[in-house]
């Protein structure tokens, strides 16, 4: 065992809390939507400190360890390319602020109020798929940190039918952790996955604000400066524009990210709960503005830890302690896990006796935070938009909490059996991309062709979900066929075309910096992150073209678009801050709109000169770039200054959030206490809109 007996105090502490708190939520739990969306009572704090919890898997965190570690701070500063990006999302509310006005409870939901009933269907089928698939390696990547990091023994390997060679030990910590998430969402569904979130996002915080301090203690910034300069030529840990030869991390997958971002913003389900919880629209768009405060000390921390662990393993002051993750490195066989496994190994023979079980703990609320939330949104789909559609009548209540709580249960026991028999063999933000591009390489379009475009039709959504959907699929199986099956196939039947495949990519990969593609027998040479982006340009083209096409030749009449977002005439009391049924449109949407009050005008503009600056900063360096080449001591003095800038504006943010969410939990629970439910409001759709817009007297 790795973990002192204060280390597992603090982790046993913890899930106790927890697990009383969601208890506590059980008896809120009274009608669908509830279950489904916390009856859309939740606030902006609170969606943003529970949300980003969910959305901060033990996963990601192993995914952002890989990616530091390999790219250290070079990919902060790709990243800041995207914060023009981030600011028209967040402070327009971008998709988010007309998707709670459709008051849609899932994505496909949507669909059928845009589209059509079939089109539900086959979009909430796909969904799932690329969801459960994409979840699939969620379990076994959170229980080997477990494992590595805690120590814990193997207990035994046993073989059942055709499957062999099964860890125990493996087995049972899964079973363990999903046990815990699967008790969560069966309390309260959504109202237990948000509050147990969100306690789990103040724990979260507190705990890096006190790991970063200890980061700082333990390493002296000339050592780390050392140790960063150690990486090979082109593959800079420091100098973000000598980065050209690194293998997947390069600028080019930021590139595709921020398109991507844009793209497919918001049609990832993993935590479509939080998309339809928010009061109003108003603070759905408030909690997106925040988000770019709450996520301060996680993008610090999830830097630090990773590039801590870099020193460790390439500073000669730390050869023990580096000799010693290396033997444990060498049990592990599969080499893309022993490259997940290597920051958590450096971390728990680095870090002191309770701040390993700070960190456990963490890990530990990463994974319940988002296997509940991803279990309750794909179980939820599955039964909202598979099965729901074809009743014209809600199911009673109790039958319909039921279903929900099978099809999550189901989704569990498939990613468990996924985890145990799945074979990873390529970074976990590259398998996410392309899983998700199943989905998401149509669904984008969809998305922003219907909230924003009167013209967009059902004809163009099926292709463009089908084209995405197809191009992924394919390109999944060429990449794991690659090496046993087409190279050997392409050498003996088609070398002239294998040849002429060659010197097409060899050509491109000279031709334009950052490219590496190079064909050989071991790996497919086009990664993940690019075939994500050849799926979108190809469904979103599928899309314009074929609606236009329909339009043209079928002569329909422009979708109602104020019906379906509730504006004008359509209008619903509550559902807008100051009762305004007509939000502005167009530019003036980014802006301030009279929805705003005077603090929610300060948190904008704030969130606004904060971005800017650092983008701002950004142009200044590339464009001094050119005329002057900063060496690798110069671009660390850079990174310390971010870092010193960085600390005192988290640990704000941090105390700030904290207040802002113990008071929206209050008024959630008070909302709930004292609302009226209303037994229709289940998913079922009439004629383009919701059935709770009938007449009740029509229904019963």
Not at 45 to 70: D, P, Q, R, T
Request: charged share 15%.
């Amino acid at each position: 065992m790795n973990m002192h007996w204060i280390d597992w105090l603090i982790i046993s502490s913890l899930l106790a809390f927890i697990t009383y708190v969601a208890i506590g939520t059980k008896k809120h739990t009274k009608s669908v939507a509830d279950f489904l969306a916390a009856n859309r009572c939740a606030k902006r704090y609170l969606l943003c400190v529970a949300g980003g919890m969910g959305s901060l898997g033990a996963i990601s965190l192993v995914a952002m360890f890989e990616l530091y570690y390999n790219t250290g701070f070079t990919a902060k500063w790709w990243g800041m390319m995207a914060i023009p990006v981030g600011l028209f999302i967040t402070l327009s509310g971008y998709v988010t602020y007309r998707y709670r006005e459709t008051r849609a409870m899932t994505l496909a939901q949507f669909f059928e109020m845009r589209y059509s009933k079939k089109f539900r269907v086959y979009a909430g089928i796909v969904a799932w798929i690329s969801g459960v698939i994409n979840f699939g390696i969620f379990p076994a990547v959170g229980a080997r940190f477990f494992i590595y990091f805690c120590g814990i023994p193997e207990i035994g390997i046993v073989s059942i039918g055709p499957i062999s060679d099964i860890s125990l030990t493996f087995a049972s910590v899964m079973i363990f952790l999903l046990a815990i998430s699967l008790f969560f969402v069966f309390l309260g569904g959504q109202i237990a996955v948000m509050v147990t979130d969100f306690v789990q996002g103040i724990f979260t915080n507190f705990t890096f604000l006190i790991i970063l301090g200890i980061l700082i203690y333990m390493f002296n910034w000339d050592q780390v400066v050392e140790a960063l300069k150690t990486a090979p030529e082109n593959q800079s840990l420091l100098h973000p524009l000598k980065t050209s030869k690194m293998a997947s991390f390069n600028y080019w997958f930021f590139i595709i990210a921020v398109f991507a971002n844009i793209y497919g913003f918001r049609a990832w389900q993993g935590s479509q709960g939080y998309a339809c919880s928010a009061k109003t629209a108003h603070e759905a768009r408030m909690a997106g503005i925040l988000g770019e405060w709450r996520g301060m000390i996680l993008a610090l921390v999830t830097v630090m830890l990773p590039i801590g662990a870099f020193v460790i393993m390439h500073h000669p002051d730390h050869l023990a302690t580096a000799d010693w993750v290396n033997s444990q490195l060498a049990n592990i066989e599969n080499e893309t896990i022993a490259t997940q496994m290597t920051v958590p190994l450096t971390l728990v023979a680095a870090l002191p006796i309770g701040i390993k079980g700070l960190l456990a703990g963490v890990m530990l609320a990463a994974f319940i935070s988002t296997h509940d939330t991803y279990l309750h949104s794909w179980g939820s789909i599955f039964v909202q938009d598979i099965i729901l559609p074809f009743r014209k009548k809600p199911f009673s209540t109790k039958t319909h909490l039921w279903l929900l709580k099978g099809s999550i249960l189901f989704v569990a026991v498939f990613i468990f059996m996924f985890s145990l028999l799945f074979q990873q063999n390529e970074y976990i933000l590259l398998f996410f991309s392309i899983t998700g591009a199943i989905y998401i390489g149509g669904a984008g379009a969809c998305i922003i062709g219907g909230l924003y475009w009167k013209h967009g039709h059902t004809m163009g959504a099926w292709a463009a979900l089908t084209i995405g959907m197809i191009f992924a699929i394919m390109s999944m199986l060429i990449r794991k066929s690659w090496e046993p099956t087409v190279y050997p196939l392409l050498t003996e039947y088609a070398p002239g075309f294998l040849k002429s495949f060659t010197w097409l990519l060899h050509s491109i990969s000279e031709a334009v910096p950052g490219i590496n593609w190079e064909v050989g027998p071991k790996k497919f040479p086009i990664d993940s992150q690019w075939m994500y982006g050849f799926s979108i340009i190809a469904a979103g083209s599928g899309y314009i073209i074929c609606s236009l096409a329909a339009e043209t030749f079928g002569k329909r009449e422009p979708h109602d678009m104020d019906r379906m977002l509730h504006r004008g005439k359509w209008a619903i009391k509550g559902e807008h801050e100051q009762e305004i049924t007509k939000p502005v449109t167009g530019l003036k949407a980014i802006l301030p709109t009279e929805e705003f009050t005077g603090w929610d005008k300060v948190i904008y503009y704030s969130k606004l000169s904060w971005a800017m600056l650092w983008f701002v900063i950004f142009i200044i360096g590339m464009i001094l770039s050119i005329y002057i080449d900063f060496t690798e001591d110069q671009w660390a003095t850079f990174w310390l200054i971010f870092i010193c800038i960085s600390i005192p504006i988290a640990i704000i943010t941090v105390i700030w959030f904290t207040i802002g969410g113990i008071m929206d939990l209050k008024d959630l629970y008070h909302t709930l206490d004292t609302m009226k439910r209303d037994e229709r409001d289940v998913g079922i759709i009439v004629d383009h809109h919701d059935l709770t817009e009938e007449p009740e007297s029509d229904n019963h």
